[in-house]
């Protein structure tokens, strides 16, 4: 039996690649409601910093792992201590605040957006934050999908700002100009032996990933390249060990720049599913198990379209209703994935469509015509 922290839908088709093979695994998630939960074989229903059902995991598990990077760091190094725990704890811990996020890039040699903390009314108020303007206002902690984050302009601007998030632990970010955003999906073994996806190149719409495409298609070989060293590069430098997600910008002058890191398979390698010989989840699960890392081959161009909960409302004062799947999946290529959420809300992720082709063009244009069919805009 192997062990999940964690239970949305990264959980579940983690679930789904080990039950695979052949393993039982458990999920530790409080909420009844749970999409991994629901595949696991064993769902207990406790509070992450739960001792008592931390020991039950452990003692039932050869290997646990984690699909929601803020669990409680102390969670992970209790399990550690009586059994085999990927990512290790410190890994964790440094992918939970922005700031140890990026002195990781840094000590890894990898670059990152200029930045500076802002803790205090006084940092707030300072005069060196204008270098970093127009910028971007992020919590240190909890942000996701774009949340937690305000665009400041001016210096005037930024006391409020700070004041609107709450007034916690903040980083003010340079805005870039991003010619492409992509990332890089990397899994490395206990004997340090690491293998990638190929890039993926990604599109955000209100700050949340909406659409990968996968042979990127704006990005040549060489950055590519350079994307894969600076992720293999970071997961070397904190001895990682299980799937390890780097999100990137290419800037116009064609230079990397590592925006974020997780640490669990990524929203954008859904896709590997069904274009790839291994998927995350598998990577994820051989690395966990201590099996054999081969590197994953692309055998389909892919497209991967987010379906989140606001496709269930055709207008906003009506109730909701499911997609219209039958139009979706008479399309050649088509891969629907839903979670079993038993509630759409808008901005939720409720599953993703990947589109197969044998060739980039078909599977962009079959995609499209998906798009179309669901009311999502084109790309
Ligand atoms: P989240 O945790 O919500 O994913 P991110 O830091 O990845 O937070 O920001 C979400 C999106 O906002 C990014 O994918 C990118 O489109 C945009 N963004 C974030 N930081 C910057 C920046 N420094 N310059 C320009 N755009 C940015
Ligand atoms: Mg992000």
């Given amino acids: ?31 009844v409601a749970s999409p991994a939960g629901a595949a696991a074989d ?12 931390l020991d039950d995991l452990a003692g039932r598990c050869a290997a646990v792992t984690t699909e929601f990077e803020n669990v409680p760091a ?9 059994t085999t725990v990927s990512p290790p704890a410190d890994a964790v811990e440094a992918c ?23 803790d205090s009314a006084g940092d707030a108020a300072a005069a060196a934050m204008a270098a970093l303007l127009p910028g971007l206002l992020k919590t240190s902690s909890l942000g996701y999908d774009g949340k937690g984050q305000v665009a400041v302009a001016t210096l005037a601007d930024l006391p409020a700002a700070w004041a609107a998030l709450g007034g916690v632990s903040c980083i003010l970010e340079k805005r870039l100009a991003l010619r492409h955003e992509i990332s890089v999906i990397v899994a490395r073994g206990h004997d340090g032996q690491v293998v ?18 996968v042979p990127a298609p704006d990005v040549d070989a060489a950055t590519c390249e350079r994307a894969v060293a600076m992720a293999v590069r970071l997961a070397a430098a904190l001895r990682y060990v299980g799937v390890l997600c780097v ?3 290419v800037l116009d002058d064609g230079s990397l720049v590592a925006n974020e890191m997780a640490p669990r398979p990524h929203n954008s390698g859904h896709y590997s599913i069904d274009a790839c010989d291994l998927s995350q989840f598998d990577l994820q ?41 039958a139009t979706v999946l008479r399309l050649p290529g088509a891969h629907l994935h839903l979670y079993g959420k038993t509630e759409a809300r808008r901005g939720r992720k409720m599953g993703h469509l990947t589109i197969t082709a044998a060739a980039a063009d078909a599977a962009r244009a079959t995609a499209l015509q998906a798009a179309r069919a669901l009311g999502l805009p084109a790309f």
């Fill in 42 to 53: 064993l769902h207990l229903r406790a509070a992450y910093a739960d001792l008592a059902a």
């Fill in 247 to 249: 999100e990137m910008f």
């Fill in 285 to 325: 699960l051989r690395t966990l198990a201590g099996l054999p890392l081969v590197a994953p081959r692309l055998h389909s161009a892919a497209v991967m379209l987010n379906l989140l909960g606001d496709l269930w409302f055709a207008a906003d004062d009506a109730a909701p209703r499911s997609p219209d799947w």
């Fill in 196 to 213: 990638h996806l190929p890039v993926q190149q990604n599109l955000h719409r209100q700050g949340v990933l909406a659409v990968t495409q």
């Fill in 96 to 118: 939970q605040h922005r700031l140890r996020e990026k002195r990781c890039f840094a000590g890894a040699g990898v670059p990152c957006a200029p930045h500076a903390a802002v």
């Fill in 1 to 31: 039996m192997l062990g999940v922290l964690g239970g949305g839908q990264l959980g579940r088709m983690f679930v789904h690649a080990a039950q695979v093979h052949g393993y039982r695994v458990a999920v530790l998630e409080p909420d």
């Fill in 74 to 82: 102390g969670a992970l190094r209790r399990l550690a201590s009586r």
